[in-house]
């Protein structure tokens, strides 16, 4: 019978090639500040500026047949439409944090009130049997 490994020893844990690639890709920060991954919005804000780049500047280049000024309007979709979905979702995820710490201050004082004599739920059975 092999002995246990002691709980004071390491584990070892071989390195795949697979977990290699999958923990750089964990680390990407995009212009070296911004963390894609833990960044709320983010991944999905330059998804979607890089999807409104290529259309654009190929839009344009299909109507006017200009490389230099094409590639400048690609750039500038670019902008506009991943700081346009920036906003957007921030804003929303914003309005959805500030519901859901009301709603935990809600149960807080539900929990707090339940069964005292300043419980509103009381209040409005104790008015109704009289």
């Known amino acids: 019978m092999a002995a246990a490994p002691e709980p004071s020893e390491p584990k070892e844990r071989k390195a795949s090639c697979t977990s290699l690639h999958l923990s750089y890709w964990k680390a ?12 709320p919005c983010a991944r999905d804000s ?3 500026g890089s999807l409104g780049s290529v259309v654009a500047g190929f839009g344009h280049f299909l109507f006017t047949s200009r490389i230099k000024r094409s590639c400048d309007v690609g750039v500038g979709g670019f902008i506009l439409v991943t700081l346009g979905c920036w906003f957007h979702c921030r804003y929303n995820y914003a309005k959805q944090r500030i519901r859901e710490r009301i709603a935990r201050e809600e149960i807080k ?13 009381r209040k409005h059975n104790g008015n109704s049997s009289n």
């Open 109 to 121: 004082k539900k929990i707090l009130y339940e069964g005292t004599h300043l419980d509103p739920e």
């Open 46 to 48: 330059i998804l979607y």
């Open 28 to 39: 990407f920060k995009l212009l070296g500040f911004l963390d894609v991954e833990n960044t």
